[in-house]
């Protein structure tokens, strides 16, 4: 069975840090993307990060140059730092792997930017 536990997420001042992580089991997803996806109350799921198995990276325009993801395929783990956090910044937030055309997803960690 395939799961992705997310951890990391909680309540932080605006233009703190927090740093999220990832970690999968079940499978490898070293060969594969990764990536982070976030959604608020009543709003899309949006993109905020992708990293290739070759170590690639993608960002959503918003959240350039704040967050940083990164991956340990050791430890089959996918991290989202996320620096200069602002109140908008306030979603719950998903990790996802790809393997074999399936998308698997974790249950998300809720992160809370007050002002």
């Known amino acids: 069975q395939v799961q992705l536990v997310e951890s990391g997420g909680g309540l932080v001042q605006a233009g703190g840090s927090l740093r999220l992580s990832c970690a999968a089991s079940?499978?490898?997803?070293?060969?594969?993307?990764m990536g982070w996806y976030r959604q608020g109350p009543g709003k899309q799921r949006e993109l905020v990060a992708t990293i290739t198995s070759g170590g690639s990276t993608n960002y959503a325009d918003s959240v350039k140059g704040r967050f940083t993801i990164s991956r340990d395929d050791a430890k089959n783990t996918v991290y989202l730092q996320m620096n200069s956090l602002k109140p908008e910044d306030t979603r719950v937030y998903y990790c996802y792997g790809i393997d074999s055309g399936m998308v698997y997803w974790g249950k998300g960690t809720l992160v809370t930017v007050s002002s």
């Open positions: 079940g499978t490898d997803f070293s060969g594969n993307a």
